[in-house]
T-cell receptor
């Protein structure tokens, strides 16, 4: 069964460093998403991406964040100058069409020290 | 997206049907009802979704009231592995999903 894959599963970085979280969406999907979940809190929407541009973003997704689809398979989330409060699980998701289900990856646990 | 209201927690005996309610009284005509679940800190798992008709798949059934202001997710024969947080979400098109606190379903042996 096709699945969304995310790498790495766990990333530790020093405060102020840049990190890139990687996702490989399901191959025929056209809509891509990033979410985060701070420990013990709700899953929060960050950004959606379609046709090589951001289609929607939340208040959390400020200038510190950027997304890119550098090739035909990867979808990345870059976090510049990480802060302690960026520590969270980051989930990538993809869906084929509007009004169809989004499938989530297993997440990358980001720890900023 | 419209807001949803779910009970904080529910218990269900193993082997019985688990019925999880959700209120979405402000749902718009073009918004779908989605159900996801999350086990520990794993990625949310899609369960089912619908617009106005009842839906069934291999995991669950979704019953949506005629006025679409509420719905019920039914897990027909709950197992211990169904213990998870269940999220009812209303969503328009390809918008991002807005997760609430969900219902913590505990399946009792």
């Amino acid at each position: 069964e096709p699945e969304v894959t995310q790498t790495p599963s766990h990333q530790v970085t020093q405060m102020g460093q840049e990190v890139i979280l990687r996702c490989v969406p399901i191959s025929n999907h056209l809509y891509f998403y990033w979410y985060r979940q701070i420990l013990g809190q709700k899953v929060e929407f960050l950004v959606s991406f379609y046709n090589n541009e951001i289609s929607e973003k939340s208040e959390i997704f400020d200038d510190q964040f950027s997304v890119e689809r550098p090739d035909g398979s990867n979808f990345t989330l870059k976090i510049r100058s990480t802060k302690l409060e960026d520590s969270a699980m980051y989930f990538c998701a993809s869906s084929e069409q509007p009004n169809t289900e989004a499938f989530f990856g297993q997440g990358t646990r980001l720890t900023v020290v | 997206d419209a807001k949803t209201t779910q009970p904080t927690s529910m218990d269900c005996a193993e082997g019985r049907a688990a019925n999880l309610p959700c209120n979405h009284s402000t749902i718009s005509g073009n918004e779908y009802v989605y159900w996801y679940r999350q086990i520990h800190s794993q990625g949310p798992q899609y369960i089912i979704h619908g617009l106005k008709n009842n839906e069934t798949n291999e995991m669950a059934s979704l019953i949506i009231t005629e006025d679409r202001k509420s719905s019920t997710l039914i897990l027909p024969h709950a197992t211990l592995r169904d213990t998870a947080v269940y999220y009812c979400i209303v969503r328009r098109g390809a918008d991002g999903l807005t997760f609430g606190k969900g219902t913590h379903l505990i399946i009792q042996p």
